[in-house]
C-alpha cells in the first residue's frame, strides 16, 4: 500500500496570507490527525478527523482549521498567517480513531516570512 | 491526564554498543504507548507499540521495550547502534480524548 502523502513537501508564504495543505491517507484508512512541529515546541497535537467530522481539538487558535472529505483526503488550512506559524506540519492516518496506531507522512515545511 | 517523561534530550552511544532510550509515562491506568522515531527532515516511523498484550514489545531495527507497570517505565533498548540510528526518538502515550501526546524527544548521536 502507498503510504501517506501529504503536499506540498514545502511551501513559502508572508505574513497575513493563508495556506491549505493537503493529506492523502493510507487506503482504507478512515482517521486522520494532524500535528503542528517546531524546535521550540516539539510535536503538538492540532485536530483528527474522522468520517468527515472533527473528533478532537488541539489548543490552537481558530485560525487553525481542517476538513476532511468523504474518500478520507484531508485538508488543513492557516488563515491570516504569522512568524510563528512557520513549521513542519505533519499528517498522520490510522484505519480506526482512538487507541489505535498512526502512520505519518513526510510532512509540509511551512515557511513564513 | 496522561503524560510522558523522556529522561534524556540527548544520548551518546558508539556504535556496536547498547542503545537505551529512557521513557516514563504518568497515568493511573495502563495506556497504550508507542515508540516513534524521525529521521532527519522525514516524517514519524513506528518503532513498536504496546498494548496490554506482552510487557516486552519487539519492533523494526532490532529496537525492543519492556513495559514496566511498577516502575511506569517503557524504555527502548537495542542490543548493537547502528549509524543509521541516529535520528530523535519520541515515547508517545495515547493521551486523554485519545489523541496522541508527545514528549520533548530524545536525539540519539551514533558515534563511529
Known amino acids: 500500500k502507498a503510504g501517506v502523502t501529504q503536499t506540498p513537501r514545502y511551501l513559502i508564504k508572508t505574513r497575513g496570507q493563508q495556506v491549505t495543505l493537503s493529506c492523502s491517507p493510507i487506503s482504507g484508512h478512515r482517521s486522520v490527525s494532524w500535528y503542528q512541529q517546531t524546535p521550540g515546541q516539539g510535536l503538538q497535537f492540532l485536530f483528527e478527523y474522522f468520517s468527515e467530522t472533527q473528533r478532537n481539538k488541539g489548543n490552537f487558535p481558530g485560525r487553525f482549521s481542517g476538513r476532511q472529505f468523504s474518500n478520507s483526503r484531508s485538508e488543513m488550512n492557516v488563515s491570516t498567517l504569522e512568524l510563528g506559524d512557520s513549521a513542519l506540519y505533519l499528517c498522520a492516518s490510522s484505519p480506526l480513531a482512538g487507541q489505535d496506531t498512526q502512520y505519518f507522512g513526510p510532512g509540509t515545511r511551512l515557511t513564513v516570512l | 491526564a496522561q503524560s510522558v517523561t523522556q529522561l534524556d534530550s540527548h544520548v551518546s552511544v558508539s556504535e556496536g554498543t547498547p542503545v537505551l532510550l529512557r521513557c516514563n509515562y504518568s497515568?493511573?491506568?495502563?495506556?497504550?504507548l508507542f515508540w516513534y522515531v524521525q529521521h532527519p527532515n522525514k516524517g514519524l516511523q513506528l518503532l513498536l507499540k504496546y498494548t496490554s498484550a506482552a510487557t516486552l514489545v519487539k519492533g523494526i531495527n532490532g529496537f525492543e521495550a519492556e513495559f514496566k507497570k511498577s516502575e511506569t517505565s517503557f524504555h527502548l533498548t537495542k542490543p548493537s547502534a547502528h549509524m543509521s540510528d541516529a535520528a530523535e526518538y519520541f515515547c508517545v502515550p495515547l493521551g486523554d480524548g485519545q489523541n496522541f501526546v508527545f514528549g520533548p524527544g530524545t536525539r540519539l548521536s551514533v558515534l563511529p
Open positions: 497515568s493511573s491506568y495502563s495506556p497504550s
